[in-house]
């Protein structure tokens, strides 16, 4: 397998695209785009005029992979281009290797989880196919969890618990990252046209005025003072890349300014996400500074404690936090008493995860914190126990485990129902992931699906490995 990623990445390096001059490429991809951002918001539009979910769905698949395959191209053109290539594109190249970046990235992700082994791979030589059998159904409620977080991940973040004067990153504080991103989103906000759904079509439907911004290029003054330089500096992809800083970078929102030349320019879109989520300021501290952030994260979960305990003391449960049990020595952050009841809570600051290796490592934070519960439950009989996350609710493969051990998943949004009915709150917590009440007696898998890669064909597939292999 290893042969054949060579393979392909020397097939991708060789493109005729690379000799073209890197500002002029990374322009015309820029504005490629912002054309597919402008596709997923008329999308968003459709499916907000005629309460579509079926219409956001599909908006929030799109989204998601063209900005991955922006981010490849992107990476590709500041690895391999020169400043003073000559080659002129055509569109029909500029748009291959668009859709070239998002199946690379899926192909990344795939070989990744085979790595873990949470994948099996077969290898076809002639015709030249590589099947990816991604295992089939783990618990009984894997379609149903897939289909909810394609609608809900999108629109959730995590709860804020850094303050403006937490230094995140040793250079600033995430009241400069706030301020620098809030003003980069109003001028993006300012040049954006709007687009509005038909007035006759509305009033046939009943409907007020229903509108949408469009997409725009913004182009962009790099500030001169410290520590907004700092921070601007952080949230552009560098102007060249080499193969190890490639793969650190993983999500275009964390990088969505694009250096052309000497000016700098990035997706209107793209600059007020990043000023409304917090989620993206933590994930550039972590990746640039992880001591400084590793500080800042200890500030959230005591913050997390200091959301809970208020809640908790309301309900009429007398809470003790970071409490120590001996031989051996395990802590529990949050054990809270009414009566015979023993409750236990377990805290996980966490990254909003943006690609499935990021979703695999969440999940071990909180399979360990689900271990970790069940054993205090067990050695210190007490009645029900939950991991509390700030925004993350895991996957299938986490919530395999938390059913198994009754230890459900839960956020701080849902601390008001864990604290008045906790036994009330197991079952409420799996419909809010997407599991109903029963499982499917037969799963429906995930469709096959099929992509082109220099000269592969990739099918990935939700069953197990046929036995003939």
Known sequence: MREIESEIDAAIRDLPIWR???????ESLVTLYRDAMELVFAN????????????????????SRYRAGALWTFKWASEYCSADGLYEPTVEELVDVFQLGSTYETFVDALKSAGRGDIAIAITDQPRVIEFYEGGSLTGFDAQIVEHQRLTTPTTWHTPLTDDGDCVTARWTAGDYRRVTRNLASLAAGLENTIVVDATLLAALGKPEVSIPQPTVVWIDRPAIIPDCFVFDDLTLPETIDSKSKWKLVSLLDTPILQVGNRFCAVSSDLKAVSIIDDYMLRVAARIDPDTYAEAATLREERMITICRPVLERHGWSVDQNVIYKNPKKEADIVATKGAE?????????????????VYKRNQGLVGGIEHTRALLDRTNGSLGFVLTDGYRGDFRSWAVALARQ?????????????????VAMSE????????DRPCDQPAAIPDREADLMGWRLRFLDRPVPQAL
């Open 407 to 423: 230890i459900p998943i839960a956020t701080l949004d849902d601390i008001e129902i864990v604290s008045s009915d906790p036994a």
């Open 44 to 63: 968003f539009l459709h499916a907000k005029t005629f309460d579509l979910a079926e219409g956001y769905s599909t908006a929030f698949g799109l989204e």
């Open 342 to 358: 023993t409750l236990i809570l377990q805290l996980k600051s966490t990254l909003r995860p943006e690609t499935p290796w990021e």
């Open 429 to 436: 917590l799996q419909r809010r992931v997407g599991i109903p």
């Open 20 to 26: 073209a001059s890197r500002p002029k490429l990374i």
